[in-house]
């Protein structure tokens, strides 16, 4: 099975730049993936690490390190419409099809 | 644009009645999953399903059942509502296959309260 470890909550300032860790316990899996959710919205995509090492897109990056059972979303610039609650997530072979497992989520809050 | 229905919003319902929550995707996809969502404990894997009639249990399958007729639509079903079934549903769907296959595209949501 999995286990994935998220800190809860993280704050900080505008323009500051945010960093939320994701650790894991499973014995196999297809990748390591990143949603945003704004209160009372749907999660929306926002990464996928296939492979060790950095993904960027715009001001949010995402980093996988298998060997080190760990992984990131970084968030720069931050602005106050990244408040939000991020979740990591991973997709695990099963014998039929591979099922997603959720991390408990970190709520980020932004302040002036 | 993508987009995965989920038939109401809010609902309120009495213990022990049956519930059904209805879940519609338009892009063809071929697998659609149904979790919950409670502060502190993130998304639950209820069920999922890869094909039409086929279905999966996840993580918390207990006290619900699932109906795959029709590709497009998954609906989830509480045969007997409890207070502890008090929840957010959300349903989701991926594609089979490629790097889009680890992408999950959900709907906004059912608020369930169960008195």
């Known amino acids: 099975g999995q286990s994935l470890e998220q800190p809860s909550e993280v704050t900080a300032v505008e323009g500051a730049i945010v960093q939320i860790n994701c650790t894991y316990q499973?014995?196999?899996?297809?990748?390591l993936s990143w949603y945003q959710q704004h209160d009372g919205g749907a999660p929306t995509f926002l990464s996928y690490?296939?492979?060790?090492g950095l993904e960027e897109t715009g001001r949010f990056s995402s980093f996988l390190s298998r060997s080190d059972s760990y992984g990131y979303l970084l968030l720069q610039e931050l602005q106050m419409k990244d408040s939000a609650s991020y979740f990591c997530?991973?997709?695990?072979?099963?014998?039929?099809?591979?099922?997603?497992?959720f991390g408990a989520g970190t709520q980020v809050v932004v302040t002036p | 644009d993508v987009k995965v229905t989920q038939s109401s919003r809010y609902l309120v319902k009495r213990t022990g009645e049956k519930v059904f929550l209805e879940c519609v995707q338009d892009?063809?996809?071929?697998?659609m999953f149904w979790y919950r969502q409670d502060p502190g404990l993130g998304l639950r894997l209820i069920y999922f399903?890869?094909?039409?009639?086929?279905?999966e249990k996840g993580d918390i399958p207990e006290g619900y059942s699932v109906s795959r007729e029709k590709k497009e639509r998954f609906s989830l079903i509480l045969e007997s509502a409890s207070t502890n079934q008090t929840s957010m549903y959300l349903c989701?769907?991926?594609?089979?296959?490629?790097?889009?296959?680890?992408?999950?595209?959900f709907g906004a949501g059912s608020r369930l309260t169960v008195l």
């Open positions: 690490n296939a492979l060790d």
């Open positions: 892009m063809d996809h071929e697998n």
């Open positions: 997530a991973v997709r695990a072979p099963t014998d039929s099809w591979g099922k997603f497992q």
């Open positions: 399903s890869y094909d039409v009639k086929m279905k």
């Open positions: 989701a769907s991926s594609i089979d296959r490629g790097q889009k296959a680890n992408v999950l595209t």
């Open positions: 499973t014995s196999g899996f297809y990748g």
